[in-house]
Each structure stands twice: as structure tokens, then as C-alpha cells.
Nanobody
């Protein structure tokens, strides 16, 4: 069982930055691939960014590439999502997820992740 708790969401103006954190109840750094997904009102939950358990493999959705950066601190069992140059269309609930079956690849499908956090709201005003 892995518990994930997100924090860091809030209200920010367009062009601003936020850093989301995802704290895990178990050691995730070596074993698990971690991902960030987001869900805007009336839309499907979509993949935003992911980092493989082995560290070097990163993957970003085209919509956030160049603006968002995912990273992890194994000592703190925490994964981060640094979000810069935020746009109103980035407004969504952001979810952290763990894929405990893989550590060398980053999946973009929701079904590949077996543990989820409760989500944190990010609102970007124009």
C-alpha cells in the first residue's frame, strides 16, 4: 500500500509559477515510476509528466513541455512538479500517481498507475 499526498496548489496569475509536491508513505525513489496527471472541469484526466524509478527517464505531455519540470528527492520520498509560465488552460486538479509495477519506463495511460493522491487544485487567472 502506498499513500500519496499532494500539496502546493493554489491561485496564480498567468505567467506565474507554482511547485507541487507529492509525499509518499513508502520509499519510492528506487522502485517506482511516478506521474503527474491533471483533470480540468468537464474533461478527462490526462497525463502531464512522469519520471521513471531509475531517475534518468522523464516524459512530458506536449502541452507542458518546456514549462513544467518533474523531479524527485529520494531521501524525502517526494516527487515535485515545477510549473512555470502558467496559462489559464493549465487550470485543473493535479494528481500524483505511482506505478509500482515498473521502474524503467514512464507510462502515459491512467491504467498503468495503481496508487493515486487526492489531488490539489491549481487555478491560473488571466
Amino acid at each position: 500500500q502506498v499513500q500519496l499526498v499532494e500539496s502546493g496548489g493554489g491561485l496564480v496569475q498567468a505567467g506565474g509559477s507554482l511547485r507541487l509536491s507529492c509525499a509518499a508513505s513508502r520509499r519510492t525513489g528506487v522502485t517506482y515510476t511516478m506521474g503527474w496527471f491533471r483533470q480540468a472541469p468537464g474533461k478527462e484526466r490526462e497525463f502531464a509528466a512522469g519520471i521513471a524509478g531509475d531517475g534518468p527517464s522523464l516524459y512530458y505531455a506536449d502541452s507542458v513541455k518546456g514549462r513544467f519540470t518533474i523531479s524527485r528527492d529520494n531521501a524525502k520520498n517526494t516527487v515535485y512538479l515545477q510549473m512555470n509560465s502558467l496559462k489559464p488552460e493549465d487550470t485543473a486538479v493535479y494528481y500524483c500517481a505511482a506505478d509500482t509495477k515498473r521502474n524503467t519506463v514512464v507510462g502515459v495511460s491512467r491504467g498503468m498507475y495503481d496508487y493515486w493522491g487526492q489531488g490539489t487544485q491549481v487555478t491560473v487567472s488571466s
